[in-house]
């Protein structure tokens, strides 16, 4: 019977990487999210859409921000992606409800922000889960 060792590589990037790939994710994330918004902006005020719409595309403005954020920060990232993709979409949230606040002049902690930080987090998390896996697979 045969042993097989295999030796562990060690990494030669530092570790810090996982914390500046989850920023660079929430970073992306409020970015997309203003940029989202402001052309939802713009559309509601040339056009004649309904205001019970508004709800609606503002979170599919902010799934998609989630989406985009974890895939661009975790690209280089081959594990942790449910705790990475959760993170940036809880930091996410938390960035833009303040830069949405200042831009608005007010803070408002409801029942609607909880719900946003839940809604952030399970979609990060979900999206972490797959960047991290699609990039195994195809390896």
Known sequence: MKLKLKARKVSDKPKNTLVISILKGSLTAVCVSLIGILIFAFLLKFTNISDSIISPVNQVIKGVSVFLGVF?????????????????GLIYTIAAFLVFSLLNGA??????????????????????VIAVNLKKSSN
């Open 107 to 128: 803070f408002s902690f409801d029942r609607t922000l909880l719900n946003d930080i839940l809604f952030g987090a399970v979609t990060g998390a979900i999206c972490g």
């Open 72 to 88: 661009l920060g975790l690209k280089k990232q081959k594990e942790l992606g449910l705790v990475s993709g959760l993170l940036i």
